[in-house]
């Protein structure tokens, strides 16, 4: 996010957060903080997160109305972060946009003696030995906490904006002047001193709209709305677009809310997913080695196994060979009455040599019996590799993070359970069904608290579960019905023609007490809808499911 970009966002941000309640702190991938804030507006959409993705290399900042659920424990930092902010009001919040930070004053000052470290008592009893606690949101560095005095107020220094005769030097000696950020700095040399010029003026208002870039997203099949994905967001028109459609955007916060989703989320659920499918791959590539070994031995075994057509081949001339002489080859006539060369080891007799064909056909024999059954176990066990490793790429399979660790680390995903079915919908979204009740339980373990429960209205029957990359990716229509297909063919209405689904966040679904496994209670339904059922889903969804060799 370039420092006039975040300026723009800042803008429409700050008013929002006076008065926001800081509800909780979280890091679901990693350099990525989510914190829950509870507006002080009276708005349905009072509760939304505010997501700061830190780092040198792409940093951003939006809000959204998902809830990102880190699915680990809390890292030392997160919970330092937690200890003194998190439950606290944020009294004042202030954008230093040429250092992209985002100051906010919590509610409540914290003892000196606290703060430092001292020895409980030594804070004056009047209250006036205290510290102001600022939570600074840096798009570079990550969030920290900053202790201060009442008259320490963060400040930024003035803007300090080149004009059309200091334009050309500007450029040369940037470091000299902050607002020509490097995604600045390449728009103006690919523009003309004049329209150079009247961008620094149009931005140094700091108003103005917000251009996005999309490019259409991949069509998998028919009745697929068609969906644009964000792939840049400016703050001016860029000049450099080649290939993408350009669109201004009025709502600065719903930009920077769909820019977050297509652009920070769904990189880093990739990445995850790559982290979590890495396991898979390497033992996929281990599995591919020992195949291929196990197939030059077979070849090995075969030619061993062909030494009986020339045991045989000798043991029907034997009566015209001298059977005890030592013979480097035999020339002989085949069933055919062809002429056939057996080549025989010198050092032994023509019957030894017999006996050896006979012997190494029958332990070639052996082998070949052996390897082919150990061929096949690596052959299934190759499979459900595959089957784990596109499960995890498509989020199928959660990854399980080290227990109160700083540095996070991706552990070996679990196996989707023998009690659960794994299928792939038309769009490429992993679904979940459990076979039985505990099947059911089973599959909403290894669930996300943002993925989508699916169960058929008034009656039992079977979970299904659409997993999610992460909690602002939408599924498209069509996976929503073959998940509802699903879920209506192992459920009391799989002979009717149509059946109502109930579809709603796993983290709205509790096991519901004193009843039996698997019986779930829905707190919240996000809707209802009503698909066809359709005989042959289950066939045609595991087709997609089979991983390619």
């Not at 890292?75 to 946009?97: D, P, T």
């Not at 019957?351 to 052959?379: K, P, W």
Request: with cysteine.
């Amino acid at each position: 996010m370039d420092a006039h970009l975040f300026r723009r966002f800042a803008r429409d941000l700050v008013p929002l957060l006076a008065g926001a309640r800081l509800v909780k702190i979280q890091e679901p991938f990693e350099n990525i903080y989510t914190f829950n804030l509870d507006l002080f507006v009276r708005s349905a959409d009072r509760k939304v997160q505010l997501v700061l993705k830190s780092g040198r290399k792409e940093p951003f900042l939006f809000l959204t109305r998902s809830r990102l659920s880190a699915g680990t424990s809390p890292s030392a930092a997160v919970m330092r972060l937690r200890k003194y902010v998190a439950g606290k009001s944020i009294r004042h919040a202030l954008a230093l946009w040429q250092k992209r930070q985002l100051w906010l004053l919590m509610s409540g000052a914290m003892p000196a003696a606290i703060v430092e470290g001292k020895a409980a008592g030594t804070a004056q009893p009047d209250g006036s030995d205290t510290r102001l606690v600022w939570l600074v949101l840096d798009l570079r560095e990550g969030p920290r906490l900053h202790f201060a005095d009442e008259n320490d107020f963060p400040c930024e220094d003035a803007a300090v904006w080149p004009g059309r005769e200091e334009l050309p030097k500007a450029m040369e000696n940037w470091q000299e002047w902050p607002v020509l950020t490097p995604a600045l700095r390449r728009s103006l040399k690919l523009m003309d001193t004049g329209d150079a010029a009247a961008l620094l003026v149009d931005l140094e208002e700091g108003d103005g709209d917000v251009f996005v870039y999309t490019r259409e997203g991949d069509e998998s099949g028919q009745n697929v709305p068609h969906r644009e994905v964000i792939a840049r967001i400016s703050a001016w028109p860029l000049p450099d677009a080649a290939g993408l459609a350009e669109h201004v955007r009025e709502d600065t916060l719903q930009a920077f809310m769909d820019a977050g989703s297509d652009i920070v989320l769904s990189t880093s659920a990739k990445l995850a997913a790559r982290k979590a499918a890495a396991p898979w791959i390497r033992r996929e590539k281990k599995l591919l080695e020992r195949l291929e070994l196990q197939r030059e031995d077979e070849a090995r075994l075969r030619k061993m196994s062909a030494r009986r057509e020339q045991g045989l081949l000798l043991q029907a001339n034997l009566w015209q060979l001298p059977q005890d002489r030592r013979l480097h080859s035999a020339d002989l006539f085949d069933l055919e009455g062809k002429p056939v060369q057996v080549r025989l080891d010198p050092r032994f007799t023509v019957r030894e040599n017999m006996e050896r064909f006979f012997h190494t056909a029958r332990r070639g024999e052996r082998g070949l019996a052996r390897i082919g059954e150990r061929t096949r176990e690596l052959e299934q066990e190759l499979e459900e590799v595959r089957r784990q490793k596109e499960a995890c790429l498509l989020g199928g399979a959660s990854s399980q993070g080290t227990r109160a660790s700083s540095a996070k680390r991706v552990v070996t995903p679990p196996q989707v359970p023998s009690t659960v079915q794994l299928f792939i919908s038309s769009d490429g979204f992993v679904l979940l069904r459990g076979k039985s009740a505990k099947g059911n339980q089973d599959a909403r373990r290894i669930a996300s608290p943002h993925d989508l429960w699916v169960h058929v209205e008034g009656g039992p029957g079977a979970h299904v579960i659409i997993r999610k990359s992460h909690a602002g990716e939408e599924v498209p229509t069509r996976t929503l019905d073959e998940a509802g297909a699903l879920a209506a063919a192992k459920s009391w209405l799989q002979n009717e023609p149509r059946a109502t689904l109930n579809y709603c966040e796993i983290r709205h679904v509790r096991p519901l007490k004193g009843a039996g496994a698997g019986t779930m209670r829905m707190d919240k339904i996000l809707f209802t809808r009503q698909v066809d059922t359709v005989p042959d889903i289950d066939a045609r969804l595991a087709q997609n499911a089979v991983p390619q060799r």
